[in-house]
């Protein structure tokens, strides 16, 4: 808001200082400040109001050490997450960009689920919440509306300067696919492209390209596996890419919400994927940095460094409440957000192949889950009663039962999240 604002003042009025809101770097700056601000001031009341509507924690007892002195301790607190994303976003991001859009959807979107999960919980006393069922066609929804939109709308592109790509021009914008491709034999464009006799011709082009990690020639494109359908197989990559869209959002929602279970972790391992994503959104987002990198280059893409600047500091504002010992949880109103949040950043700056790597904190503690659940079915079908690899899963849980504090767990996990954060950034020169 702010951006659009400022731009129109220095441009009609002169107005000194106002080009200080092109830089994205200013932006994202005065976005963490507001954002941690927002939190710290915002979270006290909130938290007292949650108290007063007695709106507590449900704990059962698993027979973890101090597990019961939790009961009561204020939860839906991923409210102030929200919150302290949405209001630094809507001011300093540009409201216009297609991905700063797409991400306050899916601020909202998985923000009302969880907050309709824990409603559930603590206000018709039902311990199981939404159903599984209904959580994940609404994770599934949410992938659809990203996939689709990154897949047919005419502004995701990624710019491409070994070739001339020459679109039709309807009304003074280009419209549809391509109408010729031609070797750019040296041509460069530097703003992007130029018109001309009615057609618009241009480096950027739609595409499902994605980066691949560990690799010289990095680019895979989606569309490969459905060469077999002709030259028109690129139209048909949806297939592929909206249900893979569809599986990360949903998986990594999940994981983060089985990582909120001791005091901090998922704020804190949250807050550490999500400043490694704004990293790579800043480096896709600058043409040079893209081209030294030799990863693609995404116009318009860097406005998620402001958005993700917002995130970290509504994270750490939290983190000021929710740190050991816990004074209000983010309950699903905040871990599914989180999880669907850095998925969907993940998927738009083309780094969800690194997923497994960046948030492998979330990943474990989601296998560890599948390995115990899976191994105690399978043994107790063949010996008559079910056995368990953990003492307790998800695996933060296991190390309580093996009599290690929540602190030191969670500052451990922060450790080894910082570490895969330092290898998924490493990733950008390694090939």
Not at 168 to 174: C, D, F, H
Request: hydrophobic share 50%; charged share 15%; net charge positive.
């Amino acid at each position: 808001m702010l951006y659009h604002i400022f731009k129109y003042l220095e441009e009609h009025y002169n107005l000194t200082g106002a080009g200080l809101f092109q830089f994205i770097t200013f932006r994202a700056s005065m976005a963490i400040i507001l954002s941690l601000v927002i939190s710290l001031v915002i979270g006290k009341g909130i938290i007292r109001r949650l108290q007063l509507a007695q709106i507590g924690e449900i704990v059962r007892d698993l027979g973890l050490e101090g597990q019961l002195s939790k009961k009561g301790t204020p939860t839906m607190g991923g409210i102030i997450i929200i919150l302290a994303i949405l209001i630094p976003a809507l001011l300093f991001a540009r409201l216009d960009n297609v991905y700063v859009i797409l991400a306050i959807v899916s601020t909202v979107w998985m923000g009302a689920i969880g907050f309709l999960d824990d409603y559930i919980k603590v206000f018709k006393k039902d311990k199981e919440g939404l159903s599984g069922r209904f959580k994940i066609l609404a994770q599934i929804g949410l992938g659809l509306i990203v996939g689709i939109t990154l897949f047919f709308n005419q502004d995701v592109v990624v710019r491409d300067y070994s070739n001339i790509y020459v679109y039709k021009l309807e009304k003074g914008k280009p419209v549809g696919d391509p109408v010729d491709v031609q070797p750019a034999m040296g041509v460069f464009y530097e703003k992007g492209g130029i018109e001309e006799d009615g057609y618009y011709y241009t480096h950027d082009t739609r595409s499902v390209e994605t980066n691949v990690p560990f690799l010289k020639n990095n680019a895979l494109d989606y569309a490969l596996p459905l060469k077999f359908l002709g030259e028109d197989y690129q139209k048909w990559a949806w297939l592929i890419f909206i249900p893979f869209v569809i599986f990360i959002i949903t998986a990594v929602s999940n994981a983060a919400n089985l990582t909120d279970g001791i005091d901090g972790l998922a704020t804190g391992v949250s807050a550490i994927i999500i400043l490694t994503l704004g990293v790579f959104a800043y480096v896709s987002g600058n043409v040079n940095l893209a081209d030294y990198l030799n990863i693609l280059y995404i116009p318009n893409s860097g406005e998620l460094v402001i958005f993700s600047a917002a995130m970290v500091g509504a994270c750490i504002g939290f983190l000021w409440y929710n740190a050991f010992p816990a004074q209000v949880f983010m309950g699903d109103t905040g871990s599914l957000m989180l999880g669907g949040l850095i998925a969907t950043l993940a998927i738009m700056v083309r780094k969800e192949l690194l997923i497994p790597i960046l948030c492998g904190i979330f990943v474990v503690e989601n296998l560890s889950v599948v390995l115990q659940v899976g191994y105690f079915k399978f043994t107790k079908k063949k010996y008559g009663e079910g056995r368990r690899i953990f003492k307790m899963a998800p695996l933060h849980h296991h190390y309580q039962k093996s009599g290690f504090h929540e602190s030191k767990i969670v500052t451990r996990f922060w450790i080894i999240g910082i570490l895969l954060a330092v290898l998924t950034i490493i990733t950008l020169k390694i090939r």
